[in-house]
C-alpha cells in the first residue's frame, strides 16, 4: 500500500443506529462503499443497529461515514460510531453479510468517535 498521506489504507468499524433495518439501508450501504472504492461489508445486527466492516483510504472512509449520516429516504439515523484500526487486507469486495446476527464485531474502546443528529 502507498505511505502517502490519504492513500494508506485503514479500517473503520461502524456502527449506525435509528431507523436503519427494513429500510434499504444495507443496499444503500453498499452503493456508497463501492462508490467510494471501499472493501468490506455490512450486516444488521439482532438490536437493530447496523454494522459494516470497512477498508481504503481514510478519505473515502470519511465521505461514506457522511453519507451514512443520511442513508436512504425511510431511513432515520440518530447515532453513528466509528473505531479505527489497521487495514486487514482481508477483503476483496463490498458486500452484505447475512448470519451470525447480535455478534458485533468489536468491542467498545476510547478510541471511538460519535456523530450524533
Known amino acids: 500500500m502507498a505511505e502517502e498521506a490519504g ?3 485503514v ?6 443506529s435509528g431507523r436503519v433495518q427494513g429500510v434499504g439501508y444495507r443496499a444503500f450501504a453498499v ?12 450486516r444488521n445486527l439482532d438490536d437493530g443497529r447496523v454494522e459494516l466492516d470497512v477498508e481504503g483510504t481514510r478519505a473515502a472512509v ?12 425511510a431511513a432515520r ?4 460510531e ?4 489497521q487495514a ?15 455478534a458485533i ?5 476510547t478510541r471511538r468517535a460519535s456523530c450524533g443528529e
Not at 470519511?62 to 449520516?69: F, S, Y
Not at 466509528?82 to 484500526?85: A, F, L
Not at 486487514?88 to 447480535?102: A, P, V
Open 77 to 80: 439515523v440518530t447515532k453513528i
Open 7 to 9: 492513500t494508506t489504507a
Open 88 to 102: 486487514t487486507g482481508r477483503f476483496s469486495e463490498f458486500s452484505i453479510w447475512y448470519g451470525k446476527q447480535g
Open 82 to 85: 466509528t473505531e479505527w484500526k
Open 11 to 16: 479500517r473503520a468499524q461502524i456502527l449506525v
Open 31 to 42: 452503493r456508497v462503499a463501492s462508490r467510494h472504492a471501499l472493501l468490506g461489508g455490512v
Open 105 to 109: 464485531l468489536y468491542e467498545p474502546t
Open 62 to 73: 470519511d465521505a461514506l461515514v457522511h453519507e451514512l449520516k443520511t442513508g436512504p429516504p
